[in-house]
């Protein structure tokens, strides 16, 4: 029985004979073929549909010979116990992960973006950061030097075909 009061019955098939062995009187007991149990599920309430049945892993894993021994109750209610702390921790760390801020939301970066880049390099935080500023307005004014060359080159050369 599990936890759900569905029942499990396993029920001994008797030995056939092997479809091999002579017809003859002669064949022995070795020639006979050894079928499995078979394992049954009823369901607790009498009229449900066998697929509206939830039946638990250790339980499914015993109706498919999977594992030769049914499931103990004190099992069952581990099992249960161990699904709990996982959907709790699973809450825990949505949590988490809403009250952070993205780092797609654009270039407001907050403390969470500076602090996160501290812990990928390694040191303080706001030092990196200072640093990592200063680099990107270096980068900044070299590439807008170039796009100001290219531009007064194109509006050089766009004046001098209309003229």
């Known amino acids: 029985v599990d936890l759900a009061g569905n029942t499990y019955w396993e029920l001994k098939q008797p030995t056939l004979p092997s479809p091999s062995a002579s017809a003859s009187a002669s064949a022995s007991a070795s020639a006979s073929v050894s079928t499995r149990p078979r394992r049954l599920l009823q369901p607790s309430r009498r009229r449900t549909h066998l697929a509206d049945v939830q039946v638990s892993p250790q339980w499914h894993q015993w109706l498919r010979h999977a594992r030769p021994d049914p499931p103990s109750l004190q099992e069952q209610e581990m099992e249960l116990q161990r699904q709990a702390d996982i959907k709790r921790l699973a809450s825990v760390w949505d949590q988490r ?10 270039p407001g970066l907050g403390l969470e973006a500076r602090s996160l880049r501290g812990i990928a390099l390694g040191g303080d935080a706001d030092e990196q950061t200072a640093a990592g500023e200063k680099r990107g307005v270096a980068v900044k004014e070299a590439v807008g030097g170039e796009r100001g060359k290219n531009e007064a080159a194109e509006g050089l050369g766009s004046g001098s075909e209309s003229g």
């Open 97 to 106: 992960w809403k009250s952070q801020r993205s780092l797609r939301d654009g």
